[in-house]
């Protein structure tokens, strides 16, 4: 008898540009997004205070996520598997330099859409973290296999909108979510580049 192995989703190739390309155009869809939501809706955009005390919690919540991350990562096989997956299609084209427009580009555009614009738009409640984080979550979906990744990214989504709600400050979850960007990203590339060398 013959043993079937289910064979892994074949990884695609892109090049840094198209990389780069991607996030580009992705942010400028959604601040498009955005703003039409804003124009046509009967809601007000969720305030941005830049603050250092809401900077300064923006930047611890985006270590502790990295941190739930990295023990999500070691822990749930499927997870470790899905993101694996999920960086080796956008981290590893990009140039370190690069990080720091992945992190800056979905930070702004992503919050901006849905806890800036998504969250007031559905009531400001909690019914509203869980559908804008749903909806996010689903932005991260890139294939079958990757149903890990899209729970992972719902449940951060989750993390950000309540931060959101709970301080009045969009600037809490654009700034973790920069942070959490640029700290798991870089953590991944060095890895990649220690097993290389190997």
């Known amino acids: 008898m013959v043993e079937q192995h289910k064979q892994e989703p074949e ?9 780069l ?18 124009h046509f809706g009967n809601f007000s ?14 930047v611890g919540l985006g270590f502790v996520i990295t941190a739930l991350s990295g023990l999500t990562y070691r ?3 499927g997870y ?9 299609v956008v981290l590893k084209p990009l140039a370190l330099p690069d990080l720091i427009w992945l992190g800056l580009l979905p930070g702004l555009s992503e919050e901006l859409l849905f806890r800036g614009v998504m969250l ?3 009531g400001s409640d909690y019914t509203a973290v869980i559908v804008s984080s749903l909806c996010f979550g689903i932005l ?3 294939g079958s296999q990757q149903w890990p990744y899209v729970i992972w990214a719902t449940i951060v989504g989750m993390i950000f909108a309540s931060s959101a709600l709970v301080t009045g400050n969009l600037l809490v979850p654009i700034v973790a979510h920069i942070i959490t960007n640029w700290i ?10 220690a097993a290389i060398k190997k």
């Not at 990884?11 to 990389?19: C, D, F, L, N």
């Open 184 to 193: 798991s990203s870089y953590f991944w590339k060095m890895s990649q580049l």
């Open 21 to 38: 390309g991607a996030m580009g155009v992705t942010a400028i869809i959604l601040l498009i997004v955005a703003k039409v939501s804003l």
């Open 75 to 77: 822990l749930w096989t």
């Open 140 to 142: 991260h979906f890139s």
């Open 80 to 88: 470790r598997k899905s993101a694996d997956y999920y960086l080796q």
């Open 120 to 122: 007031p738009a559905l």
């Open 11 to 19: 990884i695609p190739s892109m090049t840094r540009i198209q990389v």
């Open 45 to 58: 955009l969720f305030s941005w205070n830049l603050n250092q005390r809401e900077f300064l919690l923006g």
